[in-house]
């Protein structure tokens, strides 16, 4: 438990809260106690204390908990007050029109990318909500795009949490991923060569504020086979164009 933790007790719950995530959606008492290492009662009191509040709910078929409603409502209270994401969404939409793909926003946070949002060419069907899901930002194209422009700190603090291998195509190497973000940032986008999922390729770009520094990022991403080279870089010039609208209006 980090040093700085005032109240171990409030930390420890919120520790069960980060429990849950897209593949692991509903647990059990022990899974968490065994995952954290914890007593099973301490994990069953703290966890009867988030269903009473709202943000844990139990499964009536499996008696698994999983995430409340509360939990939405505080998201929603969160992307209310992003204020960029209002001006960015329908440059968004935009560019998923012209390119016929899905466009992804999302932010940094510590060593991963949050999205925000996604918008789907019209006339086909909406990809899932992307609202809170979170993604490793050495190996994702909106993640790398972002990590080129942040603070060498921060790929230093990526590195040192380890560089997991998802593909074939992963970064697992300190000095391949310097190398990566030092091509990022001479051509001033990145490429997400399955890295992260296989069968997929993304094109992102960062958006900068007024003074320089990283508050987001964009992808374009689809399937691998409509990725080509001369693809990307068509995908490129056309975020290039989309990311200097949106800046021009933060």
């Known amino acids: 438990m980090p040093e700085e933790i005032k109240v171990k007790s409030l930390y420890k719950a919120l520790r069960i809260l980060d429990c849950f995530k897209p593949d692991t959606p509903e647990l059990g008492i022990t899974e968490i106690s065994e995952q954290l290492g914890l007593y099973k009662s301490n994990v069953h009191n703290i966890v009867d204390t988030f269903v009473k509040a709202g943000y844990l709910e139990q499964n009536p078929e499996n008696g698994k908990y999983r995430l409340g409603l509360k939990i939405l409502e505080l998201g929603n209270v969160i992307s209310s007050n ?53 993604a490793p930002l050495y190996c994702t194209g909106i993640g790398k795009a972002m990590l080129a422009f942040m603070p060498e700190e921060t790929a230093d603090a990526v590195s040192a949490k380890g560089l997991k291998k998802y593909t074939d195509q992963t970064i697992t190497d300190r000095q391949a991923l310097l190398d990566e973000l030092a091509l990022i940032r001479s051509r001033g986008y990145s490429t997400d060569n399955m890295e992260h999922e296989f069968g997929i390729k993304c094109v992102g770009m960062p958006v900068r504020g007024r003074k320089g520094q990283v508050i987001a990022g964009i992808s374009i991403s689809g399937p691998s086979l409509r990725f080509g080279d001369e693809q990307i870089v068509f995908y490129a010039a056309k975020l290039k164009g989309i990311v200097a609208s949106i800046e021009d209006k933060l």
């Open 82 to 134: 992003i204020n960029f994401r209002k001006i960015i969404v329908p440059y968004m939409q935009q560019l998923a029109d012209e390119t016929k793909e899905t466009v992804y926003l999302g932010i940094p946070s510590e060593t991963e990318v949050i999205y925000l949002d996604s918008a789907s060419p019209k006339n086909q069907l909406s990809t899932r909500s992307m609202l809170g899901v979170k």
